[in-house]
């Protein structure tokens, strides 16, 4: 029989991989049919001639730069055929994120350049080591920058957060977007970035909160106790009380923690995407895909890219080479 398998990114673009493992199993006892087969995936489909027989099998693929996945199952039938186009995740540290460089960042990026305009000493968020400063002023140059692993997941879930944010409507009056409340940055790390906001969003997710069932589709009420070792330590003696509000796997599964602080106008935001994981594991789940360690921007950026990818305009402020 004649396998033929078409393997495209989660954009629909077909895959370059230099070395693609194919191993066919039994499903009933997992035993493996034929030799391991290595192939240099070069855009095109693969195929595979299989010696017919009554069972049923799967076929493992092991990528080099795209994470494990496996086929749907078939039936090895003689004379009969399999024709699939699967889609691959990218293996996080498989791959490095081009950032568009500050200047060329296009109007959709005016709100973010605009909060980094007026965020001194934005700290990196760490928990054990709080306070360490990213840059003075996060813009222009030092922007186009930042370098090492740490400051680079960071700039990248960042930009994952603005795009998620700026992207999605406040529920109640819709005129404006989630991120538009953001006025300054505090901090930024691999999955979350803290920041002070317009009071008005503590109110409208209070809102939401107190009227679920109209809101229940996109939004659901969510513990806040477990995001308090997140206010950074100098804040902590003037915490007065916490909300937090969880979008649905529709809306992209964020989190808006938000902190009234004692003697602040402004109010604390933490803000992540899918620090749970359960959007993840949604996702790897519907591409058949083995979960291998936490949330990484670049697993983000799979998810952003699967819902939003088609979207015009559609642009994180950087790619993945």
Request: aromatic content about 10%; glycine content about 6%.
């Amino acid at each position: 029989m004649a396998v033929r398998f078409r393997l495209a990114d989660v954009s629909g673009t077909p895959i370059r991989d230099p070395a693609t493992f194919f191993t066919f199993r039994k499903v009933a006892d997992n035993r493996q049919v034929g030799d391991q087969m290595q192939v240099a995936l070069d855009g095109r489909p693969v195929q595979f001639t299989l010696p017919g027989s009554p069972d049923v099998l799967v076929c493992e693929i092991d990528p080099a730069r795209f994470r494990f996945a496996r086929s749907p199952v078939f039936f090895a039938t003689p004379g009969t055929s399999v024709d699939e186009t699967l889609r691959l995740w990218r293996e996080p540290l498989a791959w490095a994120p081009r950032f568009t460089a500050w200047d060329d960042l296009p109007r959709s990026f005016a709100t973010l350049q605009k909060a980094l305009r007026a965020s001194p000493d934005v700290t990196f968020f760490d928990r054990a080591r709080p306070g360490r400063i990213v840059a003075p002023l996060l813009v222009k140059e030092t922007w186009n920058g930042l370098a090492g692993d740490e400051a680079t997941l960071a700039k990248t879930s960042l930009l994952n957060l603005f795009y998620r944010l700026d992207s999605i409507q406040e529920p109640i009056g819709r005129e404006r977007s989630w991120f538009s409340f953001v006025r300054r940055i505090v901090a930024i790390g691999r999955e979350r970035m803290l920041a002070m906001v317009d009071p008005e969003m503590l109110r409208l997710v209070n809102h939401v909160r107190e009227h679920l069932d109209h809101f229940a589709t996109d939004y659901e009420a969510t513990p806040a106790g477990n995001h308090r070792p997140n206010v950074p330590p100098a804040l902590q003696p003037d915490i007065v009380d916490m909300v937090s509000l969880k979008s649905t796997h529709r809306k992209g599964n964020f989190q808006l923690t938000l902190t009234r602080l004692r003697g602040m106008d402004d109010v604390l935001l933490d803000a992540d995407i899918d620090e749970s994981g359960d959007l993840l594991g949604h996702f790897l789940d519907l591409f058949k895909h083995k979960r291998t360690g936490g949330t990484h921007p670049h697993d983000i950026h799979e998810i952003l890219v699967h819902q939003d990818g088609e979207t015009p305009g559609f642009d994180l402020g950087y790619r993945l080479v």
